[in-house]
Nanobody, 126 residues
Framework: QVQLVESGGGLVQAGGSLRLSCAAS????????MGWFRQAPGKEREFVAA????????YYADSVKGRFTISRDNAKNTVYLQMNSLKPEDTAVYYC???????????????????WGQGTQVTVSS
């Protein structure tokens, strides 16, 4: 069973950047696609980005396309989310999650992911 730990959140001004990391335990990291989601207060959890097990394919929500970049280092069992040009509406708790590698990365529903980290807070001030 894989376990996930996110880090890298914090407070940043609008227009700034942050890089989130998600470290996974276990020896089957390359069996999984990885996703990032976020949840703002009073809102449902929403899809942000996903990356295939190999790292060859990525997919983004329209709201972050061109500003965020997802990547992974399978040697380090870690997935990253580089966030540039941050906006106040990006403020949320950010979660990473795993999805079995035989499923599509284009399914954006949280129910398609089976293991979640504890989340890291990102706050963007205006």
């Amino acid at each position: 069973q894989v376990q996930l730990v996110e880090s890298g959140g914090g407070l940043v001004q609008a227009g700034g950047s942050l890089r989130l990391s998600c470290a996974a335990s276990g020896r089957t990291f390359t069996s999984y696609h990885m996703g990032w989601f976020r949840q703002a207060p009073g809102k449902e959890r929403e899809f942000v980005a996903a990356i295939s097990w190999s790292g060859d394919n990525t997919y983004y929500a329209d709201s972050v396309k061109g500003r965020f970049t997802i990547s992974r280092d399978n040697a380090k069992n870690t997935v990253y989310l580089q966030m540039n040009s941050l906006k106040p509406e990006d403020t949320a708790v950010y979660y990473c999650a795993v999805r079995q590698g035989y499923y599509s990365i284009y399914d954006t529903l949280p129910s398609g992911y089976h293991t979640w980290g504890q989340g890291t807070q990102v706050t963007v001030s205006s």
